[in-house]
């Protein structure tokens, strides 16, 4: 029998949204003959009752599909709202628009809410991870994190020459407001020398202390700072900024307390990176686990199986139960994990860890 097969996306948007929609679309239909129909922005899309026909072919009539490199979502996206106060709209959405099943593209947060009007609905549903913030548990992949990972690299790249043309002390805030792994691991492969996350506490005096022995050590004079917009002071400080607001102003924060503690003798520029890292084409890496994930999402379906989420297994795409992705998520970094040390092995300053942390985050003895 063919299906009519509902797909979405929602939370933020991020690079590879597009090419999981064509790889749907192409699976769905050419392997299985389901039609397949677009759900615009997220769930207000199923509350509104609107489905858009999306063909293989995507939106060139002259068969060209953009949609593989194409940034951003065409659906279009929500990540705010009050979804949970039209639970029951919603949920008959998804029977008056005639769907059979649906996949949702979304981060912890979107999946959750999916989760609970999926249960509620009785819908064959499959969800597909995507996230600059790369904090969905049970998967080591996530679509658009790697070109996120990219962009911030690219800004390192080109910050490091002017901060060592000028001497300067160059300030990269990246997003992140619980989780530090853009910052973490763009910060490792950007050559960053202080990486600040929410997971591991920063003292002042440590970052001070640091780009101090930079200089006087080893006589260079200018240094780069990666600074999720998330990332937490070790001790109690009234002024330290907290992160719930689209402008968290942690970079500029950070500025400040350099200046003050090196007598305003440290020359300093922030640049926050914002939405920037959101958009942009997709890499490779995010093509393919885009392609790869939209394709066993369908292959799910035909499968019959329900509330799952395709995740990235050692190296193999797998079915995880929801429920145990949202029991764990959102999945931080641990402070005590290889890439951390990785870093501190580069002597790379990134917060002070203590057993306390460790203790009561992650439930591990040090
Ligand atoms: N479809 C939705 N309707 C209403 N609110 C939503 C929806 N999707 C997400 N949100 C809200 O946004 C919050 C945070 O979403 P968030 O931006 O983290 O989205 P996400 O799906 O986790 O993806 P990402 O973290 O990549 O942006 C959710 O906890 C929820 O309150
Ligand atoms: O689009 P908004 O509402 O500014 O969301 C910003 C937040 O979304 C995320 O980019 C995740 O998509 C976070 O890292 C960031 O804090
Ligand atoms: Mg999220």
Known sequence: MQKRLGILTSGGDCPGLNAVIRAVVNHATLTYDWQVVGIPYATRGLLERKAIPLSIHGLDLRGIDPLLNMGGTILGSINKGDTLAHVDEIVAGYHALELDALIGIGGDGSLAILNQLQSKGNWQ???????????????????????????????????????????????????????????????????????????????????????????????????????????????????????????????????????????????????????????????????????????????????GQSAQMVAWQNGQVVAVPLEAVLACSPCLVDPNNFLVQTARSLSTYIGNLTPAIVKTQFNVTL
């Open 125 to 303: 549903f499959v969800a597909i991870p995507k996230t600059i913030d790369n904090d969905v548990c049970k998967t080591e992949r996530v679509v658009g994190f790697d070109t996120a990972v990219n962009t911030i690299v690219d800004a390192l790249n080109r910050l490091t020459f002017t901060a060592a043309s000028h001497d300067r002390v160059m300030i990269v805030e990246v997003m992140g407001r619980k989780a530090g792994h853009l910052a973490l691991q763009s910060g490792i492969a950007g050559g960053a020398d202080v990486i600040l996350i929410p997971e591991i506490p920063y003292t002042i005096k440590g970052v001070c202390e640091h780009l101090a022995e930079l200089r006087d050590r080893w006589g260079r004079r200018f240094a780069i700072v990666v600074v999720a917009e998330g990332a937490q002071i070790a001790a109690d400080s009234s002024s330290h900024p907290s992160c719930e607001k689209p402008s968290c102003g942690m970079g500029q924060y950070i500025a400040d307390e350099i200046r003050r503690c090196s007598n305003d003798q440290i020359d300093i520029r922030v640049s926050v990176l914002g939405h920037i890292q959101r958009g942009g084409i997709p890499s490779a890496l995010d093509r393919l686990i885009a392609t790869a994930f939209g394709k066993a999402a369908v292959d799910l379906l035909a499968d």
